[in-house]
């Protein structure tokens, strides 16, 4: 059933993604009445799972969940029509309009794709408002939960005061930055810090087999399970906090590691906190000082408010507050995203190794349903789109662009030949981009 859940957000929000781009080109090209052939959400190679034809326009599912498309008259596109090209243009077609208009129609894919993202982050500010904890008051600082951060210098209880120059004001903000961190500033034992991590520091995230977060809130030892055979189902319950082992305080569960080694075969008292009372049991550890109880490294919002650990801070905006916080965000990931691009085309980051396909896109969906996490996703998939749909590759709306441009500036149209070998090279980049990005998400699933 969550593998159901997962893939009903991944196609609904790929779909969304896709009607809304193409009905971007859609638009201005039937304004500036020029004729549009096709409307298809995904790929019909060969055959429809469905189409129907209304006014001149075919509207159609296709098979191939791997994009869609609109075939416009009098373009050099996907289509590769070259029969229509080598006939005398019309004036519906898309080559007898005027560069300016042209440059509409190229742009109104990538136009819907910012504008839907600041749209769904100002209606999530007004639905959801602000949920965060205040950085200042981790007082003890953070939990590193991944060997790589831990390598790169960073170490649990540091408080994080910056990354990369900008001060982190709140704890929700500090996992992402650190990922692409260069260079960071933390308070250790009352003295400032500052961390540079190595250049490569995305790929050896990705290499430390860690698959939760970077750094986490340090929380209590709250026992969530047991492991299979393990001694300790009778005297535990889930749900109990540890809070002393053998007469020493346990405050947090990122320090047992360090006391639980030295109880090789032992059985140990322990204070626990279970419905708000105390009570005193024991725990069993096997040769390998393993006592068979799993506990999380994260605990929901709620439940840190029972516990009295940390304030949740919330603040809820009205519609008009909301819209300049939207866009706000908005123009945060615009920035961030276009970042993340610059990172990955630098060789020495590794970071290209990282670059994921459909399954990378697939495995951001949680496997519950959240409108929450569902609209979350899709905005940064829509500024995802609208900036790797800019790149001046030819066959991506960014190629068309860039030849646009290069008509309205110099008043030289290319020719029809060039555009069409022009298609044909963004064609051979695209499809290579697609089985690098997606030959890594096979590679990794079979490295696991």
Same mark, same amino acid.
């Given at each position: 059933m969550d593998i159901v859940?997962?893939?009903?957000?991944?196609?609904?929000?790929?779909?969304?993604?896709?009607?809304?781009?193409?009905?971007?080109?859609? =638009?201005?090209?039937?304004?500036?009445?020029?004729?549009?052939?096709k409307f298809y959400l995904f790929f019909d190679v060969k055959y429809s799972l469905f189409k129907k034809q209304i006014g001149e326009t075919v509207y159609g599912i296709g098979w191939l969940p791997l994009g869609g498309y609109v075939k416009i008259s009098g373009m050099i596109d996907e289509s590769m029509d070259k029969e229509q090209m080598a006939l005398?243009?019309?004036?519906?077609?898309?080559?007898?309009?005027?560069?300016?208009?042209?440059?509409?129609? !190229?742009l109104g894919g990538v136009t819907v794709n910012f504008i839907l993202a600041f =749209?769904?982050?100002?209606?999530?500010?007004?639905?959801?408002? /602000?949920?965060?904890?205040?950085?200042? /008051?981790?007082?003890?600082? =953070?939990?590193?939960? &991944?060997?790589?951060?831990?390598?790169?210098? #960073?170490?649990?209880?540091?408080?994080?005061?910056?990354? &990369?120059?900008?001060? !982190?004001d709140r704890y929700n903000d500090i996992a992402k930055n650190l990922y692409m961190g260069k260079e960071v500033t933390v308070e250790r034992n009352n003295e400032t810090k500052t961390i540079k991590f190595p250049i490569n520091i995305i790929n050896k995230i990705s290499n430390s087999g860690v698959?939760?977060?970077?750094?986490?809130?340090?929380?209590?030892?709250?026992?969530?399970?047991?492991?299979?055979?393990?001694? &300790?189902?009778?005297?535990?319950?889930?749900?109990?906090?540890?809070?002393h082992v053998n007469g020493i305080p346990l405050k947090y569960a990122d320090e047992v590691s360090s006391q639980f080694k030295n109880f090789s075969g032992k059985t140990v008292p322990v204070t626990i906190k279970r419905d708000n009372k105390i009570i005193q049991t024991t725990i069993k550890f096997n040769n390998k000082s393993q006592a068979g109880i799993e506990y999380p490294h994260r605990l929901p919002y709620s439940n840190l408010e029972k516990l009295n650990l940390y304030k949740i801070n919330r603040e809820q905006y009205t519609f008009a507050e909301?819209?300049?916080?939207?866009?706000?965000? +908005?123009? &945060?990931?615009?920035?961030?995203?276009?970042?993340?691009?610059?990172? #990955?085309?630098?060789?020495?980051?590794?970071?290209?190794?990282?670059?994921? +396909?459909?399954?990378?896109?697939?495995?951001?969906?949680?496997?519950?349903?959240s409108w929450e996490a569902f609209w979350s996703i899709t905005a940064l998939l829509s500024i995802m789109l609208g900036v790797m749909n800019l790149l001046p590759i030819p066959a991506? /709306?960014?190629?068309?662009?860039?030849?646009?441009?290069?008509?309205? #500036?110099?008043?030289?149209?290319?020719?029809?030949?060039?555009l069409e070998n022009a298609q044909m090279v963004g064609f051979v980049i695209l499809i290579a981009l697609l089985l690098f990005a997606n030959g890594n998400d096979i590679y990794k699933a079979i490295m696991k």
């Open positions: 859940i997962k893939l009903s957000q991944f196609l609904l929000s790929l779909s969304l993604l896709i009607i809304l781009h193409e009905l971007g080109h859609f =638009i201005p090209a039937k304004l500036f009445k020029t004729r549009v052939e005398p243009p019309q004036p519906w077609e898309f080559r007898s309009k005027p560069a300016w208009q042209r440059l509409i129609i !190229m =749209i769904i982050y100002i209606g999530m500010a007004f639905v959801y408002g /602000d949920t965060y904890v205040a950085n200042a /008051d981790l007082k003890d600082g =953070i939990w590193v939960t &991944n060997p790589a951060i831990e390598k790169a210098g #960073i170490q649990t209880g540091d408080k994080i005061i910056a990354v &990369n120059g900008k001060k !982190m698959k939760h977060s970077l750094v986490e809130m340090r929380i209590p030892f709250v026992v969530s399970g047991f492991q299979k055979g393990s001694p &300790n189902t009778k005297t535990l319950q889930k749900a109990d906090i540890i809070t909301s819209i300049p916080i939207g866009i706000r965000t +908005g123009a &945060n990931g615009l920035v961030e995203y276009a970042g993340q691009l610059k990172t #990955i085309f630098n060789p020495k980051t590794e970071a290209y190794k990282e670059v994921g +396909g459909f399954a990378a896109i697939f495995n951001i969906f949680p496997e519950f349903w991506l /709306d960014g190629g068309h662009v860039m030849f646009l441009l290069y008509e309205i #500036i110099s008043g030289k149209k290319p020719s029809d030949k060039f």
